[in-house]
């Protein structure tokens, strides 16, 4: 099982989701960056359950410990350990799913792989262990933020309601006023109300993230097997539920013709236009990079449906316990936390920006 992310800024991460913690070592980070632990934390709480009525009930603090690497209050360039503890596992709402087959889970799959699985809440499958993404890719963050170079992610879509104006006019300081991480709040209200009707059903929906990318410098990425919106589309299919990506117009540029797909050259090496999302010849531009992640509907609902158990029978199953109806809300900063490590990583790959 490969547990490693990142060239030179490599996340290595462990734990299970009822485990006794989350955790990860973070090799590669500068040394004398600050390290600002509330900033760290903050980005945890906006990943942590039980935020708000569109989220799962399961009340953890995720409270996180830094353990090594860090010396006065910066980074020693060691290697930076760190562990979230898991306080609130509801492991006996999952008994009755030890020899079944979750549908649309990694049940089957690690089953069949592994030959034994943790059926308690997905174990390494669950989508609590993103906290050890989050966690690095703050540290990231606070890299780039020397560099000038921020990352905002935002839903755009929730089930058939879609921001489908250009992010530029956006205000990015409202999406964290709404628990939908909208920057629309009439949008944001509309898809709250989706998912409060959809979870009384028992059911779940799908939707997605949008993020932009400013400052990047000009020339970050490689032009063939590395290419930087490759680096980022490998980094977020990674994400549990992650299930599309795409880069500038993405799929909507198979009905353009080159003429009004181009991104023609203006004064100043800029370009008067960003179809391709900032990134050319796998290569960055120096625009903004902006993309989009699509999520499929969260697998677990309080819905009776048809499985089978360990040994192929055909059966009916209705689990219990405290599920998100929407993932997308609480994966923004998963997203973004992704985008930082991808983007410092090949910095420091290219080493075209002193630090």
Same mark, same amino acid.
């Given at each position: 099982m490969r547990n490693t992310f990142g060239h030179i800024f490599r996340l290595t991460s462990f734990g299970e989701s009822h485990g006794d913690a989350i955790g990860g070592v973070v090799d590669g980070m500068p040394a004398g960056v600050e390290i600002d632990l509330d900033f760290i934390q903050a980005e945890l709480n906006r990943r942590r359950p039980g935020q708000s009525r %569109?989220?799962?009930?399961?009340?953890?603090?995720?409270? %996180?410990?830094? /353990?090594?690497g860090i010396f006065e209050g910066k980074s020693t360039g060691c290697p930076i350990g760190f562990i979230v503890r898991n306080e609130n596992q509801h492991s006996a709402d999952y008994d009755a799913l030890r020899d079944l087959f979750r549908p649309s889970h990694a049940d089957f799959t690690y089953q069949r792989k592994y030959g034994l699985?943790? +059926?308690?809440?997905?174990?390494?499958?669950?989508?609590?262990?993103? @906290?050890?993404?989050? %966690?690095?890719?703050? /540290?990231?963050?606070?890299? /780039?933020?020397? /560099?000038?170079?921020?990352?905002?992610?935002?839903t755009s879509q929730v089930g058939d309601i879609v921001l489908d104006s250009d992010y530029k006019l956006f205000d990015f300081t409202l999406t964290e006023t709404n628990p939908l991480r909208c920057p629309d709040p009439e949008k944001a209200r509309q898809m709250e109300d989706l998912i409060t009707k959809i979870k009384a059903e028992g059911d779940s929906v799908g939707g997605a993230i949008s993020c932009v990318i400013k400052g990047c410098p000009v020339g970050i990425g490689e032009p063939e097997f590395d290419k930087l919106h490759a680096r980022l589309g490998y980094a977020m299919l990674g994400i549990n539920a992650a299930k599309g990506f795409e880069i500038g117009d993405g799929f909507s540029s198979a009905f353009q013709r080159g003429s009004a797909a181009n991104d023609l050259f203006d004064?100043?090496?800029?370009?008067?236009?960003? !179809?391709?999302?900032?990134?050319?010849?796998? @290569?960055?531009?120096?625009?903004d990079i902006f993309f989009r992640v699509a999520f499929k509907p969260v697998a677990t609902i309080l819905q009776p449906q048809q499985t089978v158990d360990i040994q192929g029978n055909t059966t009916t199953m209705q689990? !219990?316990?405290? +599920?998100?109806?929407? %993932?997308?809300?609480?994966?923004?900063p998963i997203v973004e936390a992704m985008a930082a490590m991808v983007v410092l990583d090949q910095i420091l790959l290219q080493k075209t920006v002193k630090l």
């Open positions: %569109v989220s799962t009930s399961r009340d953890e603090s995720d409270r %996180v410990e830094l /353990l090594s699985r943790d +059926h308690r809440g997905g174990g390494r499958s669950s989508a609590r262990v993103t @906290i050890a993404r989050v %966690v690095a890719g703050a /540290l990231a963050k606070l890299v /780039l933020r020397r /560099l000038g170079i921020t990352i905002q992610a935002y004064e100043g090496f800029t370009t008067k236009t960003n !179809h391709c999302g900032g990134v050319q010849g796998g @290569i960055s531009n120096g625009q689990v !219990h316990g405290r +599920h998100d109806p929407c %993932v997308v809300p609480r994966a923004v």
